[in-house]
Protein backbone atom coordinates (compact mmCIF):
# COMPACT_ATOMS: atom_id res chain seq x y z
CA UNK A 1 0.00 0.00 0.00
CA UNK A 2 1.03 3.34 -1.00
CA UNK A 3 0.52 6.20 1.22
CA UNK A 4 -1.24 9.06 -0.49
CA UNK A 5 0.61 12.24 -1.36
CA UNK A 6 0.09 15.52 -1.99
CA UNK A 7 1.83 18.65 -2.97
CA UNK A 8 1.40 22.55 -3.37
CA UNK A 9 3.70 24.09 -6.24
CA UNK A 10 3.55 27.52 -4.87
CA UNK A 11 5.52 28.36 -8.34
CA UNK A 12 6.61 32.35 -7.75
CA UNK A 13 4.16 32.97 -5.42
CA UNK A 14 3.35 34.57 -2.87
CA UNK A 15 4.71 37.73 -3.65
CA UNK A 16 6.12 37.86 -0.45
CA UNK A 17 8.32 36.06 2.21
CA UNK A 18 5.67 37.19 4.49
CA UNK A 19 3.03 36.37 2.92
CA UNK A 20 4.25 32.51 2.11
CA UNK A 21 4.68 32.34 6.34
CA UNK A 22 1.18 33.23 6.90
CA UNK A 23 -0.12 30.80 4.02
CA UNK A 24 1.92 28.44 5.55
CA UNK A 25 0.52 29.26 9.14
CA UNK A 26 -2.99 28.91 7.69
CA UNK A 27 -2.35 25.45 6.13
CA UNK A 28 -1.13 24.44 9.22
CA UNK A 29 -4.25 24.93 10.84
CA UNK A 30 -6.43 23.65 8.15
CA UNK A 31 -4.61 20.74 7.89
CA UNK A 32 -4.69 19.78 11.20
CA UNK A 33 -5.92 16.38 11.58
CA UNK A 34 -6.14 14.94 8.54
CA UNK A 35 -4.31 11.93 8.74
CA UNK A 36 -2.65 9.34 6.14
CA UNK A 37 -1.37 11.75 3.62
CA UNK A 38 1.90 13.07 2.76
CA UNK A 39 1.48 16.67 2.17
CA UNK A 40 4.66 18.51 1.15
CA UNK A 41 4.33 22.46 -0.08
CA UNK A 42 6.95 23.80 -2.18
CA UNK A 43 7.56 27.68 -2.22
CA UNK A 44 10.55 29.50 -4.01
CA UNK A 45 13.87 29.25 -2.56
CA UNK A 46 13.94 32.38 -0.88
CA UNK A 47 10.81 31.76 1.59
CA UNK A 48 11.43 28.31 2.46
CA UNK A 49 13.66 29.03 5.70
CA UNK A 50 10.53 30.88 6.60
CA UNK A 51 7.96 28.73 5.38
CA UNK A 52 10.22 25.79 6.94
CA UNK A 53 10.10 27.29 10.27
CA UNK A 54 6.27 28.01 10.51
CA UNK A 55 5.59 24.59 9.30
CA UNK A 56 8.07 23.43 11.88
CA UNK A 57 6.07 21.05 14.69
CA UNK A 58 3.58 20.44 11.96
CA UNK A 59 2.65 17.09 9.60
CA UNK A 60 3.54 19.26 6.22
CA UNK A 61 6.64 18.83 4.44
CA UNK A 62 8.46 21.49 2.96
CA UNK A 63 9.99 20.72 -0.81
CA UNK A 64 11.88 23.05 -3.25
CA UNK A 65 10.59 23.59 -6.78
CA UNK A 66 14.29 23.37 -8.35
CA UNK A 67 17.64 23.12 -7.69
CA UNK A 68 21.23 22.48 -9.93
CA UNK A 69 23.00 19.04 -10.06
CA UNK A 70 26.20 20.25 -9.46
CA UNK A 71 27.84 21.20 -6.14
CA UNK A 72 29.09 24.33 -6.73
CA UNK A 73 30.22 26.74 -9.92
CA UNK A 74 30.06 29.08 -11.94
CA UNK A 75 25.66 28.89 -12.47
CA UNK A 76 24.67 32.20 -11.71
CA UNK A 77 21.03 32.48 -10.47
CA UNK A 78 21.03 28.82 -9.17
CA UNK A 79 20.93 26.97 -5.94
CA UNK A 80 22.73 23.88 -5.08
CA UNK A 81 21.36 20.88 -3.01
CA UNK A 82 23.96 21.86 -0.45
CA UNK A 83 22.05 24.47 0.45
CA UNK A 84 18.83 22.56 0.72
CA UNK A 85 19.58 20.04 2.93
CA UNK A 86 18.54 20.15 6.09
CA UNK A 87 15.70 22.87 5.32
CA UNK A 88 13.42 21.21 2.75
CA UNK A 89 12.84 16.95 1.93
CA UNK A 90 11.42 16.80 -1.51
CA UNK A 91 12.86 18.85 -4.67
CA UNK A 92 10.16 19.42 -7.85
CA UNK A 93 12.50 18.31 -10.75
CA UNK A 94 11.12 18.76 -14.06
CA UNK A 95 8.39 20.91 -14.32
CA UNK A 96 6.71 21.94 -17.20
CA UNK A 97 7.58 25.22 -17.27
CA UNK A 98 11.33 24.36 -16.36
CA UNK A 99 11.15 22.60 -19.66
CA UNK A 100 9.48 24.73 -21.48
CA UNK A 101 10.19 28.73 -19.94
CA UNK A 102 13.56 27.28 -18.91
CA UNK A 103 14.80 24.99 -21.82
CA UNK A 104 15.30 21.82 -19.38
CA UNK A 105 16.20 18.58 -21.60
CA UNK A 106 15.72 15.53 -20.59
CA UNK A 107 19.60 14.87 -20.22
CA UNK A 108 19.37 18.03 -17.17
CA UNK A 109 16.46 16.76 -15.61
CA UNK A 110 18.07 12.86 -15.57
CA UNK A 111 20.99 14.75 -13.93
CA UNK A 112 19.20 16.43 -11.63
CA UNK A 113 17.06 13.56 -10.63
CA UNK A 114 20.39 11.52 -9.50
CA UNK A 115 21.54 14.59 -7.75
CA UNK A 116 18.78 15.05 -5.21
CA UNK A 117 18.90 11.07 -4.46
CA UNK A 118 22.70 11.62 -4.07
CA UNK A 119 21.84 14.17 -1.51
CA UNK A 120 19.33 12.18 0.23
CA UNK A 121 16.10 14.19 -0.96
CA UNK A 122 13.19 13.08 -2.75
CA UNK A 123 12.41 13.74 -6.55
CA UNK A 124 8.91 14.85 -7.15
CA UNK A 125 9.59 13.98 -10.86
CA UNK A 126 7.59 15.88 -13.54
CA UNK A 127 5.95 14.15 -16.80
CA UNK A 128 3.40 14.96 -19.19
CA UNK A 129 2.46 15.91 -22.80
CA UNK A 130 1.35 18.99 -24.44
CA UNK A 131 -1.62 19.04 -26.10
CA UNK A 132 0.02 18.95 -29.54
CA UNK A 133 1.43 15.87 -28.94
CA UNK A 134 -1.63 14.48 -27.34
CA UNK A 135 -3.68 15.47 -30.29
CA UNK A 136 -1.07 13.69 -32.62
CA UNK A 137 -1.31 10.59 -30.22
CA UNK A 138 2.01 10.70 -28.98
CA UNK A 139 1.28 11.30 -25.16
CA UNK A 140 2.32 7.56 -24.33
CA UNK A 141 5.62 8.23 -26.31
CA UNK A 142 6.65 11.22 -24.46
CA UNK A 143 5.92 10.58 -20.86
CA UNK A 144 7.51 6.79 -21.67
CA UNK A 145 10.57 8.70 -23.02
CA UNK A 146 10.40 11.18 -19.83
CA UNK A 147 10.26 8.70 -17.21
CA UNK A 148 12.36 6.39 -18.39
CA UNK A 149 15.17 9.19 -19.01
CA UNK A 150 14.78 9.90 -15.52
CA UNK A 151 14.58 6.91 -14.13
CA UNK A 152 17.91 5.42 -15.64
CA UNK A 153 19.65 7.26 -12.84
CA UNK A 154 17.76 5.26 -10.40
CA UNK A 155 18.02 1.91 -8.56
CA UNK A 156 15.10 -0.12 -7.82
CA UNK A 157 16.11 0.38 -3.57
CA UNK A 158 15.85 3.72 -4.13
CA UNK A 159 12.12 3.90 -5.37
CA UNK A 160 10.58 4.61 -2.18
CA UNK A 161 12.21 7.99 -2.37
CA UNK A 162 10.83 8.98 -5.86
CA UNK A 163 7.37 10.74 -6.81
CA UNK A 164 6.21 10.58 -10.00
CA UNK A 165 3.81 13.63 -10.79
CA UNK A 166 1.62 13.12 -14.85
CA UNK A 167 1.19 16.38 -15.64
CA UNK A 168 -0.34 16.95 -18.94
CA UNK A 169 0.76 20.43 -19.67
CA UNK A 170 -2.37 21.10 -21.46
CA UNK A 171 -3.99 20.69 -18.19
CA UNK A 172 -1.65 22.98 -15.99
CA UNK A 173 -2.88 26.43 -14.89
CA UNK A 174 -6.06 26.13 -17.60
CA UNK A 175 -8.62 25.03 -15.26
CA UNK A 176 -9.45 22.13 -17.46
CA UNK A 177 -7.99 19.69 -15.74
CA UNK A 178 -7.39 15.60 -17.56
CA UNK A 179 -10.58 13.51 -17.12
CA UNK A 180 -10.49 10.77 -14.61
CA UNK A 181 -10.55 8.03 -17.01
CA UNK A 182 -7.31 10.02 -18.90
CA UNK A 183 -5.84 10.83 -15.72
CA UNK A 184 -6.47 6.64 -14.38
CA UNK A 185 -5.30 5.88 -17.89
CA UNK A 186 -1.54 7.76 -17.98
CA UNK A 187 -0.83 7.39 -14.21
CA UNK A 188 -1.12 3.60 -14.68
CA UNK A 189 0.85 4.16 -17.65
CA UNK A 190 3.54 5.98 -15.71
CA UNK A 191 3.77 3.03 -13.22
CA UNK A 192 3.96 0.60 -16.31
CA UNK A 193 6.68 3.09 -17.47
CA UNK A 194 8.76 2.91 -14.00
CA UNK A 195 8.26 -0.90 -13.95
CA UNK A 196 10.20 -1.33 -16.93
CA UNK A 197 12.64 0.81 -15.59
CA UNK A 198 13.09 -0.68 -11.64
CA UNK A 199 11.16 -3.73 -11.61
CA UNK A 200 7.20 -4.32 -10.78
CA UNK A 201 8.03 -4.38 -7.22
CA UNK A 202 9.88 -1.41 -6.90
CA UNK A 203 7.46 0.70 -9.10
CA UNK A 204 4.48 -0.36 -6.59
CA UNK A 205 6.04 1.83 -3.76
CA UNK A 206 6.51 5.00 -6.25
CA UNK A 207 3.65 7.25 -5.60
CA UNK A 208 2.21 7.95 -9.01
CA UNK A 209 0.35 11.92 -8.37
CA UNK A 210 -1.48 13.65 -11.26
CA UNK A 211 -1.56 17.45 -11.86
CA UNK A 212 -3.51 19.75 -13.71
CA UNK A 213 -6.20 22.42 -12.32
CA UNK A 214 -6.52 20.07 -9.20
CA UNK A 215 -9.26 21.63 -7.35
CA UNK A 216 -11.78 21.04 -4.22
CA UNK A 217 -14.41 19.93 -6.80
CA UNK A 218 -12.93 17.83 -8.99
CA UNK A 219 -10.30 16.56 -6.71
CA UNK A 220 -13.21 13.43 -5.23
CA UNK A 221 -13.25 11.37 -8.77
CA UNK A 222 -9.53 11.85 -9.50
CA UNK A 223 -9.25 10.36 -5.84
CA UNK A 224 -11.58 7.95 -6.24
CA UNK A 225 -8.85 6.30 -9.46
CA UNK A 226 -6.88 3.16 -8.24
CA UNK A 227 -3.79 4.21 -10.41
CA UNK A 228 -3.93 8.17 -8.61
CA UNK A 229 -1.87 8.25 -5.73
CA UNK A 230 -2.20 11.98 -5.28
CA UNK A 231 -1.88 15.18 -6.23
CA UNK A 232 0.59 18.20 -7.30
CA UNK A 233 -1.42 21.16 -7.17
CA UNK A 234 -0.63 24.81 -7.80
CA UNK A 235 -3.48 27.65 -7.92
CA UNK A 236 -5.29 25.60 -5.78
CA UNK A 237 -2.59 25.05 -2.85
CA UNK A 238 -2.34 28.94 -2.56
CA UNK A 239 -5.69 28.93 -1.03
CA UNK A 240 -5.34 26.96 2.35
CA UNK A 241 -9.37 25.34 2.97
CA UNK A 242 -8.80 24.38 -0.88
CA UNK A 243 -5.38 22.74 -0.56
CA UNK A 244 -6.89 21.16 2.89
CA UNK A 245 -10.07 19.60 1.08
CA UNK A 246 -7.56 18.47 -1.89
CA UNK A 247 -5.54 16.59 1.20
CA UNK A 248 -8.61 15.88 2.63
CA UNK A 249 -10.31 13.90 -0.84
CA UNK A 250 -6.73 11.95 -0.78
CA UNK A 251 -7.20 11.14 3.16
CA UNK A 252 -10.15 8.83 2.40
CA UNK A 253 -8.76 6.59 -0.20
C1 LIG B 1 1.45 22.66 -11.41
O1 LIG B 1 1.96 23.74 -11.66
O2 LIG B 1 2.17 21.69 -11.15
C2 LIG B 1 0.00 22.55 -11.46
C3 LIG B 1 -0.53 21.36 -11.42
O3 LIG B 1 -0.70 23.73 -11.53
P1 LIG B 1 -2.32 23.90 -11.50
O4 LIG B 1 -2.82 23.04 -10.36
O5 LIG B 1 -2.53 25.35 -11.24
O6 LIG B 1 -2.83 23.44 -12.80
Redesign the pocket.
Known amino acids: MRTPFVAG?W?MNPPSVAEAEALASALVAEIDGIDGVTCVVCPPFVALPAVAGALTGSAIGVGAQNAHPETKGAFTGEVPLGMLTGLCGYVIVG?S?RRQLFGETDAFITAKVGAVLATGLTPIL?VGETLDERDSHRAEAVVRRQVSAALAVVDAGQAGSVVIAY?PVW????GRAATPDIAQEMCAFVRSEAAASLGSNAADAVPVLY????NPGNVDSLAAQPDIDGA?????SLVAPDFAAIVRAFSST
Open positions: NKHECEAIGTGGSVLVGGA
